[in-house]
């Protein structure tokens, strides 16, 4: 069974930094491609970042040069780091896996997900 635990979420001024993880279990993520969404309440689900199994990496425009994707493949952890945090990043933060095509932004790309995380940026 394919389980996908987030957690680094919590509350930080603007400006500040945070770094999600998302442990990966009953799952060969190594070879298939892996994402960061978010949801603002109010908001649909958005891509924030991915990782493919080459290791290119992907990003929303309002993330580029602030939030950093990678893994650890001997972990099986999928991280986000996120700086200079602004109040609009202010979101449950999920961990998506088992893209094999499709676009990376497309939540309909992803077959698994975790329960997620929340993040507050305060002004």
């Known amino acids: 069974q394919v389980q996908l635990a987030e957690s680094g979420g919590g509350s930080v001024q603007a400006g500040g930094s945070l770094r999600l993880s998302c442990v990966a279990s009953?799952?060969?993520?190594?070879?298939?491609?892996m994402g960061w969404f978010r949801q603002a309440q109010g908001k649909e689900r958005e891509g924030v970042a991915s990782i493919d199994s080459d290791g290119s990496t992907s990003y929303a425009d309002s993330v580029k040069g602030r939030f950093i994707i990678s893994r650890d493949h001997s972990l099986n952890i999928l991280f986000l780091q996120m700086n200079n945090l602004r109040p609009e990043d202010t979101a449950t933060y999920y961990c998506a896996a088992g893209r094999f095509g499709g676009e990376w932004s497309d939540s309909r790309s992803y077959t698994y997900w975790g329960q997620g995380t929340q993040v507050t940026v305060s002004s």
């Open positions: 009953g799952y060969a993520y190594t070879h298939n491609c």
